[in-house]
């Protein structure tokens, strides 16, 4: 599977960017998930759809301006960022989860559980 993200650019203080990550191919997933990245930190968890459930999680860094959401026929996840900050500015990532995950923990936050991954694309917000 292949993920094509896009959407960053450069926004000021307040503005909003939606960013998009296409799959290359429909197939089974436990989750897809947003992550960041700025030089100074490591990969952080964004916000996850999990797939059968339907349950969307975020981190409370940004919780309340950001939504992720997914369009099925497009094959297509979203994530919608408003009320941006200085601190948003990273390299955002999405990524996929293809095999099958039980319940339990907050497993959607931590890289290693994700299978693919899209290229990334710089989100700067300027102040």
């Known amino acids: 599977v292949q993920l094509q993200a896009s959407g960053g650019g450069l926004v000021h203080v307040g503005g909003s960017l939606r960013l998009s990550c296409a799959a290359s191919k429909r197939t089974f997933r436990s989750a897809m998930g947003w992550f960041r990245r700025d030089p100074e930190k490591a990969r952080e968890f964004v916000a996850a759809?999990?797939?059968?459930?339907?349950?969307?999680v975020y981190a409370d860094s940004v919780k309340g301006r950001f939504t992720t959401s997914r369009d099925d026929a497009k094959n297509t996840v979203y994530l919608q960022m408003n009320s941006l900050k200085p601190e948003d500015t990273a390299v955002y990532y999405c990524?996929?989860?293809?095999?099958?995950?039980?319940?339990?923990?907050?497993?959607?936050?931590?890289?290693?559980?994700?299978?693919?991954w899209g290229q990334g694309t710089q989100v700067t917000v300027s102040s």
């Open positions: 990524a996929v989860r293809t095999r099958p995950r039980a319940d339990g923990g907050n497993w959607w936050g931590t890289i290693y559980e994700y299978d693919y």
């Open positions: 759809i999990l797939w059968s459930s339907g349950s969307i």
